[in-house]
């Protein structure tokens, strides 16, 4: 049986990435220090003689016992308001984070997976952005302890790819949504439909003008399993190319909700990308992916796990376990 460890095991890719794991056959570690992880994405496993969870933070030395075949780092935070209010532990681990798994995978003799992202782009000049284009990145903005972390961790996984012969994998992740996203974690999506089943106004930032391209989660593991099974130690986009402006976005969530709310303006957040749209003819060529699900049909299907929270989940403002690490 295949061995694999999975960090940010109880987050949103990550959880989705232990289900399809399990169902593939394989023994699953799942490991997470639940900074913004919730154990109730992956509750359902514990029953599964199949998993094992790791309460345990990867910025810190990393070692599970046994043979391990395969890696995938998932562990960080991964919105702009979780990111700011936690930018050191961003920082961390993407950086030692990944410095502790690529050791682990060395010992194990591995194959490691790490989650890159579209921000390793910046505020993009070239659109749609090709793996080939090099970014345009605040060093020193709100972001850049998330967008300088990423590209640190590709840089050091492609450094032990070169020097030491590692099998290691990079996938660019663009923005991606379903269920287990967090209500509260500011992202625009759980941020709109938040918002209206609060029959609070939605918020679009700026004028609307900025642009994002929405991949659902199942299409996106699809593209993370094909990826890692594949040879191509390069970095790869997987995302869903169907771009919309974030004012054409509000309407479709008012339309998919039936809120009767209307669209209230704030300030656009410092660093936010004007826009952003993956080219995907890599992946499509190597990989044989593209996205199957429409944004109509996997939005629906997020709106339904959405309704189906409780009312603390919908009025809770922050997560609960930020309070012991925010000095
Ligand atoms: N956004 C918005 N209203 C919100 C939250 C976000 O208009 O309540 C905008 C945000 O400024 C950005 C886009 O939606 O232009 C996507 O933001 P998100 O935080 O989801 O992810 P990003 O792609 O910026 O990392």
Redesign the pocket.
Known sequence: MKRVLITGAAGFLGSHLCDRFIKEGYFVMGMDNLITGDLRNIEHLFKNENFEFYNHDVSKYVHVSGKLDYILHFASPA???DYLKIPIQTLKVGSLGTHNLLGLAKEKKARIIVAST??VYGDPTVHPQTEDYWGNVNPVGP?GVYDEAKRFQEAMTMAYHTYHGLETRIVRIF?TYGPRMRLND????P??IG?ALRGED?????D?S?T?SFCYVDDLVEGIYRLLQSDCSDPVNIGNPDEIT?SQ??EEIIKLTGTTQKVIY?D??VD??KQ?QPDITKARAILGWEPKVSREEGLKITYEYFKSLSQEDLYKKDHKSFDKYIQ
Do not use: K, M, W, Y
């Open positions: 919105s702009p308001i579209s921000e972001r923005n500011g992202r625009v999506l941020a709109f918002q939605l918020t679009v930032f700026g609307g900025q994002r974030i976005f509000a704030q656009l957040p936010d990308p952003r």
